[in-house]
């Protein structure tokens, strides 16, 4: 079996982006439009490859950032599996002094182990972990697609990247995203590799 290649995508920009405002999986923002103007870079960058399915979680921006591949005609399944983590009573507000030292709290949790941890009405990394497991079964099982478009967000991201790299999720913050930020692995049938890394050639100028 000859190797397939799955591209991961995080999101394009939103206002609650620029404005530091917490979104998670329980707010459903749209793209402004610099998300929208990396969304057709992506698509003049990639517009190309030959990609046999498009995955998205099921909140608008992620769908939004394909949207172009869409109307191409491209086949897309939408998963809550790929939802953003949910940061409970913190999502839709913007972050205070005193809340950024809970967060940052929690994440030094998550880095010395305790991927149980979470915010206050929010989901701990192993809780996302477990429900992204069935897609990456799911994503392993359709061997006839060989090249797929995974579009999710930044917490999900890493999340499943320790999971299909099989990296404890203490390891997470290890990997880096941006808004329309590109991870290219290649799947051999039995193990992932990176190929491409924290990949933004497609926006530069």
């Known amino acids: 079996m000859r190797p397939r290649t799955i591209f991961l995508l995080r999101h394009g920009q939103t206002d609650f982006n620029v404005q ?41 921006r992620t769908r939004q950032s394909v949207q172009g591949f869409l109307d191409l005609g491209l086949p897309h399944e939408s998963h809550a599996a790929l939802n953003e983590i949910s940061w409970g009573r913190r999502e839709g507000t913007r972050i205070t002094v005193a809340e950024d030292a809970e ?23 192993a809780e996302v972990a477990a429900r992204q497991r069935p ?19 930044g917490r999900a991201l890493r999340v499943l990247l320790c999971q299909l790299l099989h990296y404890p999720l203490s390891c997470m913050q290890g990997f880096e995203h941006s808004n329309l930020c590109l991870y290219k692995l290649e799947f051999t049938g039995t193990v992932f590799v990176v190929k491409n890394f924290l990949d933004t050639a497609h926006l530069r100028d």
């Open 135 to 153: 897609f990456i079964e799911l994503l392993k099982a359709r061997a006839d697609e060989h090249t797929v478009l995974v579009c999710l967000h």
């Open 103 to 125: 967060y940052r709290a929690t994440l030094a949790a998550w880095a010395a182990g305790d991927d149980t941890a979470r915010l206050e009405g929010g989901e701990s990394p």
């Open 20 to 60: 530091n405002i917490v979104q998670g999986s329980g707010i459903d923002s749209d793209l402004n439009d610099t998300g929208r103007a990396q969304a057709a870079r992506f698509l003049a960058a990639y517009g190309r490859v030959p990609f046999d399915k498009v995955y998205t979680s099921a909140l608008r």
